[in-house]
C-alpha cells in the first residue's frame, strides 16, 4: 500500500522566499501532522489538521501555515525564510494511535 | 513542562550485546507513549504503541515496556541492521491526537 509522499524531496531557497511543502497521506487517513527536524532541536510539532480543520498548532512564528483539502492532502507554507528555516520537514498521518503515526520521508529545505 | 528525555545519546554495542534505551517523560495524561526507528535521510517508521503502565510489546528483537513514568525499549542480540537512531514520542490528553512531544532521540550503533 502507498505510504506517505511528501514532495518535493529537496527544496533550496533563498532568504525572504517563501516556500509550498506538499503531503499526500495514507488512502483513508485524515489526520495529518507536520513537523521540523532539525539537529539541535530534533522533531517539533507545528500543526495538525483533521478533516480540514487545523486542531493544533506548535510554538512557531505566523510565517509558518497549512492547510488541508477534501481529498486529506495537505500543504504547509513558510513566508519570508531565514536560515533557521533549514530543516527537515516531515508529514504523517494516522488511522488511529494504535497503528501510530505514518511518516514520509520529508522534505530537507535548505534556506541560503 | 511537558517534555520527553532520552536516554543515552548514543550508545555502541558489538553484535549480539543486549541492551536498553530509556524514555523518560513529565506529561499530564498520557494518551500514548510511541517508539520510532529513524534511518539517515528517512522518516521515522513507527515500532510500538504503548499506553498504560506494566505494557509490554515486542516485535523481533525489540521489546518496549512501560512504567508510570518512563518506558524501555530493550534490544536482545542486536545485528548492525538495527543501527538506527530511536525516538521516543509521547502524546497526551493536553494537545491534540496529533500532537507528539518527540525526546531527541537515542543513536544506536552496532558493530560486527
Known amino acids: 500500500k502507498a505510504g506517505v509522499t511528501q514532495t518535493p524531496r529537496y527544496l533550496i531557497k533563498t532568504r525572504g522566499q517563501q516556500v509550498t511543502l506538499s503531503c499526500s497521506p495514507i488512502s483513508g487517513h485524515r489526520s495529518v501532522s507536520w513537523y521540523q527536524q532539525t539537529p539541535g532541536q530534533g522533531l517539533q510539532f507545528l500543526f495538525e489538521?483533521?478533516?480540514?480543520?487545523?486542531?493544533n498548532k506548535g510554538n512557531f512564528p505566523g510565517r509558518f501555515s497549512g492547510r488541508q483539502f477534501s481529498n486529506s492532502r495537505s500543504e504547509m507554507n513558510v513566508s519570508t525564510l531565514e536560515l533557521g528555516d533549514s530543516a527537515l520537514y516531515l508529514c504523517?498521518?494516522?488511522?488511529?494511535?494504535?497503528?501510530?503515526?505514518?511518516f514520509g520521508s520529508g522534505t530537507r529545505l535548505t534556506v541560503v | 513542562e511537558d517534555q520527553v528525555t532520552q536516554s543515552p545519546e548514543a550508545l555502541r554495542l558489538q553484535e549480539g550485546e543486549s541492551s536498553s534505551l530509556n524514555c523518560s517523560y513529565t506529561v499530564s495524561g498520557l494518551r500514548g507513549l510511541f517508539w520510532y526507528r529513524q534511518d539517515p535521510g528517512k522518516g521515522p517508521e513507527f515500532l510500538f504503541t504503548?499506553?498504560?503502565a506494566g505494557e509490554e510489546k515486542e516485535k523481533e528483537r525489540l521489546k518496549a515496556t512501560l512504567t508510570k513514568k518512563e518506558s524501555f525499549l530493550h534490544i536482545t542480540a542486536p545485528k548492525p541492521e538495527d543501527s538506527a537512531t530511536y525516538l521516543c514520542a509521547v502524546s497526551y490528553y493536553g494537545g491534540s491526537q496529533g500532537n507528539l512531544i518527540f525526546g531527541k532521540g537515542t543513536k544506536l550503533s552496532v558493530k560486527p
Open positions: 504523517a498521518s494516522s488511522l488511529t494511535l494504535d497503528y501510530g503515526y505514518t
Open positions: 504503548l499506553y498504560s
Open positions: 489538521y483533521f478533516s480540514e480543520t487545523q486542531r
